[in-house]
């Protein structure tokens, strides 16, 4: 595909995760997204095939942008605690940022009977993500940044209470302090008490 092609789906990408934030993912149509991005029914139909197609690339992309970006520090030699403190604050603006955030429509999506279960793109993401952070925490281990604990394990503690958190702040509005308090928990588990305390 030209470059001009993979712009306009870049394109075509970022103006359907907004209304996929905005409405959930079974209330937005192609029409929708032909009105949103400015391109006819036929300019839109040449990228993408359904909203489904759309979806599951912006679904994929995450898990596949946030591995190459961690393993590309890592092969760097950046402190896996340099590491760690970038991702957290991401994590804690994401948060609660409710307006931006696409769980509920990843809920919809998937508990739809029609969808095909066989690609299922919430396991690949959470595979993924898995991989990257158990790479990225025996990094933080071997560079003895981090203390030893089961890498699996404190994945899971944190990609649960993220997307938690996440689902909860498009239902109710939450304390600020709440994504703080989760990510400070998180970092007593990885860093040395003294390191954990300074920050």
């Known amino acids: 595909m030209s470059l001009k092609g993979e712009k306009t789906k870049q394109y075509i990408r970022e103006k359907a995760y907004q209304l996929f934030a905005e409405k959930g993912f079974k209330e937005v149509t192609m029409k929708d997204i032909c009105e ?6 036929g300019g839109l139909y040449r990228h993408y095939e359904s909203t489904e197609q759309i979806f599951l690339e912006i679904v994929n992309a995450f898990s596949d942008n946030q591995k190459n970006e961690i393993l590309s520090k890592i092969e760097q030699h950046i402190p896996a605690a340099t590491i760690l403190e970038e991702l ?3 994590y804690a603006s994401e948060m609660i940022d409710y307006k931006n955030s696409i769980s509920l429509a990843i809920y919809e999506f998937y508990s739809n009977p029609t ?18 952070w158990v790479e990225l925490i025996n990094y933080g281990i071997g560079t003895q ?7 699996e ?13 996440r689902m909860y702040s498009r239902l109710m509005k939450l304390d600020q ?4 308090q989760i990510l400070y928990e998180i970092k007593r588990l990885l860093l040395p008490e003294e390191v954990c305390y300074e920050k």
């Open 36 to 41: 949103l991005t400015g391109l006819s029914r």
């Open 88 to 90: 957290l604050a991401r």
């Open 115 to 132: 969808i095909s279960k066989e690609n299922n793109s919430v396991k690949r993401q959470y595979e993924i993500s898995k991989t990257t």
């Open 145 to 151: 940044e981090f203390s030893h604990v089961n890498p």
């Open 153 to 165: 394990s404190v994945f899971n503690i944190i990609i649960f209470a993220y997307q938690g958190v």
């Open 177 to 180: 302090d709440i994504p703080t």
